[in-house]
């Protein structure tokens, strides 16, 4: 059964370093999300992407972040200068049209900020 | 704007015993709901869906869910806990708007409840 997969599990960064989390979505799939949940809260909507760009993204989705699809396979978050606040597990989903309703999650990557 | 309320963070049942697990939503616009269940470490795997079909929704392990619409609720039940039911579930909720007119389609989780299940 295809699924979502995102690497790495777990990624350690000293404040202030540049992360790339990668996620490759099911492949037919055309719809791509990024969510976040820090440690005990709530799980975040963090940004949407289609059509190879940006469709809608929450206050949490600052000038620090950004996405790409930098290929036909892989879908990436990138934090440009991570704080402390950023650890958290992110979590990568995709839909595959416009009349599904159901996202697909990864396993999740752990970031911690040190 | 839309948000999710689950009430009770933690619930325990004993083994065999009625699961149910609140979720109250509030939106502006007719939603698609949803839960979530997340064991430890894993990533979030889709329970059941609410789609504007039947109001009473049967997922996978014996989850089933039903839509009330007077009282915004999404409550989550299932007749017989059992050990392996013990994870952390999301109630969530997204708008029905049209991907072609800008809606995105993105979750908004509750904060989840914790079930334990004692033996």
């Known amino acids: 059964e295809p699924e979502v997969t995102q690497t790495p599990s777990h990624q350690v960064t000293q404040m202030g370093q540049e992360v790339i989390l990668r996620c490759v979505p099911i492949s037919n799939h055309l719809y791509f999300y990024w969510y976040r949940q820090i440690l005990g809260q709530k799980v975040e909507f963090l940004v949407s992407f289609y059509n190879n760009e940006i469709s809608e993204k929450s206050e949490i989705f600052d000038d620090q972040f950004s996405v790409e699809r930098p290929d036909g396979s892989n879908f990436t978050l990138k934090i440009r200068s991570t704080k402390l606040e950023d650890s958290a597990m992110y979590f990568c989903a995709s839909m595959r049209g416009p009349r599904s309703h159901e996202q697909f999650f990864g396993p999740g990557t752990r970031l911690t900020v040190l | 704007a839309q948000s999710v309320t689950q009430l009770g963070s933690h619930v325990s049942v004993s083994e065999g015993a009625l699961v149910l697990l609140r979720c109250n939503y509030s939106?502006?616009?007719?939603?698609?709901l949803f839960w979530y269940v997340q064991y430890p470490n894993q990533g979030l795997q889709l329970l059941l869906k609410?789609?504007?079909?039947?109001?009473l929704v049967k997922g996978i392990n014996g989850f089933e869910a039903e839509f009330k619409k007077s009282e915004t609720s999404f409550h989550l039940t299932k007749p017989s806990a059992h050990m392996s039911d013990a994870a952390e579930y999301f109630c969530a909720v997204s708008d029905q708007g049209l991907i072609s007119s800008g809606s995105a389609r993105q979750l908004t989780f509750g904060s989840g409840t914790q079930l334990t299940v004692l033996p």
């Open positions: 939106s502006s616009v007719p939603p698609y």
């Open positions: 609410y789609t504007s079909a039947a109001t």
